[in-house]
């Protein structure tokens, strides 16, 4: 079971980046998929998560809500992450992961962490 996360990047403030998640050894009908992110200094934390083994439905924090829109794509086994009007303050290094629970999005509901990819947001 693995996770493979792509995308990131440097944008300026407003700009926009897509995140790509693609799960191997494992269809995203058996796994709930989320996005979460570590800023330096600070520790991990939900973004984003779809309920891809469930009904689909997403979850979004108050900070990305309106901002990000996470969709997947079963046939290519791939969670993605539209992140626009992007903001200094999402400077992180963005995980795709499992989680047990969409519908909280928390790091401690996380089963199988994917490598990070960094997002700068920065003029």
């Known amino acids: 079971v693995q996770l493979q996360a792509s995308g990131g990047g440097s944008v300026q403030p407003g700009g926009s980046l897509r995140l790509s998640c693609a799960a191997s050894g494992f269809a995203l009908r058996d796994y709930s998929i989320g996005w979460f992110r570590q800023a330096l200094g600070k520790g991990r934390e939900g973004v984003s998560c779809i309920a891809t083994s469930r009904d689909g439905s997403t979850y979004y924090t108050d900070d990305t809500k309106g901002r990000f829109t996470i969709s997947s794509d079963k046939t290519k086994n791939t969670v993605d992450l539209q992140m626009n009007n992007l903001k200094p303050d999402d400077t992180a290094v963005y995980y795709c992961?499992?989680?047990?629970?969409?519908?909280?999005?928390?790091?401690?509901?996380?089963?199988?962490w994917g490598q990070g990819t960094q997002v700068t947001v920065s003029s």
């Open positions: 992961a499992t989680t047990y629970y969409p519908s909280s999005c928390l790091p401690d509901s996380v089963g199988i």
